[in-house]
């Protein structure tokens, strides 16, 4: 949920500088009545842990609602065949690691590893220019 806020955040400075408040503000409500419709049907299934997926799908709904109607405004592209893998391994991380199913350790770390290996080869030409920098160049 966190990363999504850090991601909503972002798309949000977009509305405000194209004064889009209302459209923020329709979001964000959205968001908080989706996660006040989704925790207390959770929360008897699934515990505390309902509550926090609940707060994900809010916050992820808003984030793909502000996603998309960015565009308009902005051309931004988000790498989603890097990012949607990348999202899809901290869930499968963060769901072993709160369970703590068996050998959640190691498998967490093999999630972290899997999102080293997709990351680097977006990372690799950025590196390169600021060693370049480095050098001089």
């Known amino acids: 949920a966190n990363l999504l806020t850090v991601f909503n955040s972002f798309y949000v400075t977009i509305f405000f500088f194209k004064q889009k408040t209302a459209y923020e503000m329709r979001t964000t409500i959205f968001g908080a009545l989706s996660c006040v419709i989704f925790t207390p049907l959770l929360i008897p299934v699934a515990g505390t842990y309902g509550a926090c997926v609940a707060s ?17 405004y902005v051309a931004f592209d988000a790498g989603w065949g890097i990012l949607a893998p ?28 899997m999102i080293a290996i997709v990351q680097i080869r977006r990372l690799l030409p ?3 220019v600021l060693r370049g920098r480095g050098q001089g160049n």
């Open 126 to 128: 950025v590196l390169g």
């Open 56 to 72: 994900i799908i809010g916050q992820a709904l808003v984030f793909i609602m502000r996603a998309r109607d960015s565009r308009r």
């Open 86 to 113: 990348t999202l899809m391994v901290l869930l499968l991380q963060s769901l072993a690691t709160s369970l703590q199913v068996p050998y959640w350790l190691p498998l967490s770390l093999c999630c972290c590893a």
